[in-house]
């Protein structure tokens, strides 16, 4: 949102009658734990009000509604040690996207605005506890059970659904999207007509119409030519960035995309594929001149990522390029667990996942990762690494390690994800298999077999036949076969 915006929303808000629900002024600073609580309570507010956003606003005396200005610096404040933003977007639960706003009103006057959009599938806590505003007082939820059932009950709208930008006329929409881009990746020739362009994009859910046209998120989020142009959606944006060694300390170069998914979705997987290091040569299977990382399962992963993030979850995709390893992270609790990644598939965002994979990001079914661990293994890279932490799901894809240099959870897991691959190829494990994934020559089968045996213990795969007395013919499956 503008500056001009801001000021403008100010205006609207100064006007109402007095405080409500979704509404609060506030002159100056109090405390963190006042700001959570006001949060969760205009959040779960808006809500039952059918409001899409509430306000926080400080610099505005509640009473009069007289600007005065504040001496609260919202961005910069802080919690001990720690970015007030953060301490409190970390102790909400769910975890809003709130967007913090600070600005001048005039020479003489500044503003902090906290925008927190309604609470959507339920009560919003902060500290454990849920909120509510009752007319200008904030009390707790659970002292109102039928305004609590209210939020649980309510029809929330899917993100992809929701609406971007309204308002429009059918110029407006072209003018924002690239609808170029969606004929060129569907391959279907572009219409003679702006209605049959309109008429399309209606039917995809890319836009809605009324008395006006309205862009989705959806159509938004995918063909803007400047997500800048979409308030909250440019926080989706997704970021790559690479360091200097192994670790975040030293930070060489950042890219952040500012178009849409579809739109900018080759151009930033060249961007990535340009900043990785060439491979020196590895074992029998690999030339000089390959990369150090297989293209084709990087693609996978970051149109994995795009997919499958929670997007109403607070955060955006990231790529982090290390010297050692690619970070692939997403925003959200994946919806199947991570050692189920290569067998099961459920996405959150349907109709998302429907397009990307029609015009030809990912895989047509399935999560792709099967694809991922075929070239991660014929690149004879360790086994790719899924870490559930703090509400995002982030996939590691590891430089070359000689076998001799993998620990023994590595070997163990890079033998579980060998399993899988096999057993959705229709095919079993085998010693033999095994001595193929890590190069390990005929006469030195006992290595592999030690590396099985590990796994075994860990009951992460098992025997086909557990009948079977022969060693020398056994293979094996994954756990859940």
Request: charged letters at 30%; glycine letters at 4%.
């Amino acid at each position: 949102m503008t500056e001009e915006k801001l000021k403008e929303l100010i205006k609207d808000l100064v006007k109402l009658p007095s405080e409500n629900e979704w509404v609060e002024f506030k002159l100056n600073f109090h405390s963190p734990d006042e700001i959570g609580e006001r949060i969760s309570a205009i959040a779960n507010s808006a809500c039952i009000h059918n409001q899409p956003l509430g306000y926080l606003v400080f610099g505005i005396e509640d009473e009069t509604h007289v600007i005065k200005g504040t001496t609260f610096m919202a961005k910069s404040a802080k919690k001990g040690n720690e970015n007030l933003e953060h301490w409190l977007a970390t102790r909400l639960n769910p975890r809003i996207d709130f967007i913090v706003h600070e600005f001048d009103y005039d020479e003489k006057r500044h503003i902090s605005l906290f925008e927190i959009p309604a609470a959507q599938n339920q009560p919003v806590e902060f500290l454990h506890y849920s909120y509510i505003r009752v007319g200008s007082n904030t009390r707790k939820l659970n002292d109102f059970p039928q305004k609590q059932a209210k939020i649980w009950k309510k029809d929330v709208t899917p993100f992809e659904k929701q609406i971007a930008k309204d308002g429009l006329t059918a110029a407006d929409v072209t003018k924002y999207l690239s609808t170029e881009t969606y004929f060129d990746l569907m391959k279907l020739p572009y219409p003679n007509s702006q209605q049959g362009v309109i008429e399309k994009l209606l039917n995809e859910g890319l836009i809605l119409k009324n008395s006006t046209y309205s862009i989705t998120k959806l159509g938004a989020l995918l063909f803007a030519k400047n997500l800048r142009d979409f308030e909250y959606l440019e926080r989706k944006s997704v970021r790559v960035i690479v360091y200097k060694g192994k670790n975040k300390v030293e930070t060489e170069r950042e890219q952040i995309g500012g178009k849409g998914y579809a739109v900018g979705f080759i151009g930033m997987i060249d961007w990535i594929n340009s900043q990785l290091p060439a491979n020196e040569e590895i074992g029998k299977a690999m030339r000089q001149d390959t990369t150090m990382y297989p293209q084709i399962a990087i693609r996978e992963l970051v149109a994995n990522a795009l997919i499958h993030q929670d997007l109403n979850e607070k955060g955006f995709p990231m790529v982090e390029i290390f010297a050692d390893r690619i970070e692939i992270s997403n925003a959200g609790i994946p919806l199947v667990a991570p050692e189920r990644f290569i067998d099961a598939y459920q996405s959150r965002n349907d109709k998302l996942a429907d397009l990307m994979r029609r015009m030809g990001f990912c895989e047509e079914k399935g999560s792709g990762l099967d694809k991922v661990i075929f070239y991660n293994e014929l690149y004879q890279l360790p086994p790719i690494n899924v870490i559930v932490a703090e509400r995002r799901t982030r996939v590691t894809i590891y430089s070359y390690k000689k076998l001799n240099d993998l620990d023994k959870k590595e070997k163990i897991q890079a033998c579980y994800q060998h399993a899988c691959l096999k057993y959705v190829s229709n095919e079993k494990m085998t010693n033999q298999t095994l001595r193929d994934r890590f190069k390990i020559e005929g006469h030195n089968y006992s290595i592999a077999s030690r590396i099985i045996r590990d796994t075994l213990e860990e009951d992460i795969i098992k025997e086909d036949d557990p009948e079977s007395n022969s060693r020398k013919y056994a293979s094996y499956v994954p756990f859940w076969v």
